[in-house]
């Protein structure tokens, strides 16, 4: 890997906790088939490697994505092929796929350390860089599943703690027993509920926000402009991608390509633009739908 390459994304400081990261992440999600037909492990793994060739060094995967756990495993396979200190990771627990499209939540304290030990041994590595709860579990008090949390970073297994879309209550409880990192919630151009409670907060608290879906689940990156969506797609069910509102969207969408164009940028890099622009603490993690688009 040349050296000269990893220069052309700055790094920074997410959360006060220490861990520094590419100022652009990389959400591993959409190589196993969230809103697509899966990749194969072999055309992940060279994705994500061009991706760090390009100074991406942030990657973001999960125990839910992709059958039988097909994500962790691709990205375990890729960082064989990288050298792991220059690579920030980060993965989750806490949701619970039946069968179809039906969800549940598990944050008991047996369960974190279950699926904190089986996403080692899936990804291959001695130790997971950010640790997140992927949803938070109302059923058990975040003060149970943060103790274990808290025990896994003093055992070396995961270095920082992070929550994924929890409450105000619950991000403050959480981090009186271990100082949260960051937290992973959807924010973009047209999903900025965050802005009212939640960033304040975080920069209150020393916290670092990581923006899954920068690109509106695809929409910015020209998603509404299409007639049809893959069925395998979830995208295929959001209601902003589906009957009048897809219509609608198209229009807004128009408009925004020609902003964009009237800036010489694609509406991709318009729309990233705008959130690195909210501050050097939100990290967005863009996904890959297609072999050659982006969210």
Known sequence: MEKESQVQIPRVKLGSQGLEVSRLGFGCGGLSGIY?????????CSVIKEAFSKGITFFDTSDLYGDDHHNEIMVGKALKQLPRDEVQLATKFGIIRFEGFSFGV?????????????????????YIDLYYQHRVDTSVPIEDTMGELKKLVEEGKIKYIGLSEPSVDT???AHAVHPITALEMEYSLWTRE?????IPLCRELGIGIVAYSPLGRGFFGGKATVESL???SLLAMHPRFTGDNLEKNKLVYARFEDLARKRGRTPPQLALAWLLHQGEDIIPIPVVFYRDNKD
Request: aromatic share 2%; hydrophobic share 25%; charged share 40%.
């Open 36 to 44: 697509n037909a899966p990749l194969s492990h072999e055309e992940g």
């Open 106 to 126: 598990k944050g008991t304290p047996e369960y974190v350390r279950k699926c904190c030990e089986a996403s080692l041994k899936r990804l291959g590595v001695d």
């Open 171 to 173: 991000i403050r409880r």
């Open 194 to 198: 965050i802005e009212e409670d939640i």
């Open 230 to 232: 893959p069925t395998e």
